[in-house]
């Protein structure tokens, strides 16, 4: 991709899109098929979660390739989601996306984002600067899980 690199407040049409994305890039990592239907329902998401939520896109050449979501938890910011289709993974898209949903979390007032980030993911946001702070646990289909639970300060 070549041309135009745009990142955008999501739409409620691009949900379809948004939701495929998210499933694909999970699904890039290798787990398990049965995983990946259990996580299914977390990473779909509806034009109500687009009206309600803080969700923005990258639209390269005019397709959307990513998307992040923030999220305020009890005044505390976190990033939620973080999502390219696997063919746009190594072409700096990803920290695009970062760098954007770093600046809208200090424009709503944020002064640190905290992200559960996926095991595979937390060498890239360790490269945007952030700092492993703990794990939270979780279990799947009877498989235990340690997610690295990640802060940035803005």
């Known amino acids: 991709m070549t041309g135009q690199i745009e990142i955008l407040p999501a739409e409620g049409t691009d949900v379809r899109r948004l939701s ?7 699904g890039y990592w290798d787990y398990p098929a049965e995983w990946l239907n259990e996580w299914r329902p977390q990473l779909t998401f509806c034009e109500d979660d687009v ?3 803080t969700f923005f896109k990258l639209n390269a050449d005019g397709n959307i390739c990513g998307f992040y979501v923030l999220a305020d938890v009890d005044g505390k910011m976190w990033l939620e ?4 289709d696997p063919d746009s993974i190594g072409k700096g898209f990803g920290r695009k996306l970062f760098e954007h949903s770093m600046r809208t979390a200090r424009d709503l007032g944020a002064s640190s984002v905290s992200i559960e980030s996926d095991p595979n993911a ?5 490269a ?6 703990g794990e939270s646990r979780s279990t799947i289909l009877g498989s235990e899980r340690s ?8």
Request: glycine fraction near 10%; charged fraction near 20%.
């Open 128 to 133: 945007m600067g952030a700092v492993r702070i």
């Open 147 to 154: 997610l690295p639970l990640l802060e940035i300060k803005l």
């Open 51 to 53: 009206a309600n939520g």
């Open 81 to 84: 989601h973080l999502w390219l």
């Open 20 to 26: 495929e994305i998210a499933f694909a890039a999970k």
């Open 122 to 126: 937390e060498g890239f946001y360790a």
